[in-house]
């Protein structure tokens, strides 16, 4: 099942045993927070859980908060630092751009943004919502190019969302905040793209691209997805090329 949580400082140390719960649960990926919180704070537990997690057989990613106020690079930097002992085992190092503690100034906002960017050396994703990339980036459209992970809290476990800032595709959403499963409290839920496929050569496709194979993926409850795969050979572009239909029956 494609279903994620994210965990921060608020979620506490996770046991083995609560661990096993969530793949349990159904969950197969955990997005940790990465932050070294000031004093009088509750002390860093990202250190416990990413281990924890990894061992459990979880697909572990990493997220860093972004104070677009400070040197956003210099953030970036320091989380990567502080997750070096497992690096070569973290799938993504999301940007998290979500700070309300700045103006809506969408220049400003974008060169931090890019700083941070250009200061990740891991493949790098942005989190963040429709609500606030639109004032706050002015819906801007240049960090397209990277997966998106949305906040859309609509409860549909799916990856259906508003598009905004270029993105008509998101990699992941969150439909679910703050809640609790399998007896761990302080987690989101997020839907994710990873379904399985069942592969095989099938009935040849027309169009103008010259289609010629498909192949029927299947995830979630009742939703199916079909996936149009080009030819090498096309006419209009060397490699392959995907086009994805998708409906719930």
């Avoid at 661990?19 to 537990?45: C, E, H, K």
């Amino acid at each position: 099942m494609p279903l994620a949580v994210d965990v921060s400082n608020y979620t506490g140390a996770i046991s083995g045993a609560k661990a096993a719960a969530l793949r349990t649960a159904g969950v197969g990926r955990a997005i940790v927070q990465i932050v070294d919180p000031p004093p009088g704070y509750p002390p860093s537990v990202f250190r416990q859980q990413i281990p924890v997690l990894l061992d459990a057989g979880f697909e572990v990613e990493a997220y860093v908060y972004l104070w677009l106020g400070g040197n956003t690079a210099h953030q970036v930097l320091d989380a990567i630092a502080r997750v070096a002992p497992w690096r070569a085992r973290l799938r993504r190092m999301w940007l998290d751009a979500e700070d309300v503690s700045v103006p809506e100034h969408q220049q400003a906002n974008r060169a931090a943004i890019d700083a941070a960017v250009g200061a990740c050396s891991m493949p790098a994703g942005v989190y963040t919502a429709g609500w606030w990339w639109r004032p706050y980036m002015g819906d801007s459209s240049a960090f397209a190019q990277l997966p998106l992970w949305a906040a859309e809290y609509d409860g549909d476990a799916s990856t259906r969302f508003t598009p905004f800032g270029g993105w008509n595709a998101c990699a992941m959403k969150q439909h679910i905040g703050d809640t609790s499963l399998a007896g761990i409290g302080g987690i989101d839920l997020n839907w994710y793209e990873n379904a399985p496929t069942v592969q095989g050569i099938q009935q040849p496709l027309t169009g103008s691209d010259v289609l010629q194979w498909y192949r029927a993926v299947t995830f979630g409850a009742g939703t199916e997805r079909v996936e149009v795969v080009e030819a090498v050979a096309s006419t209009r572009r060397d490699g392959w090329r995907r086009a994805v239909v998708e409906w719930l029956p």
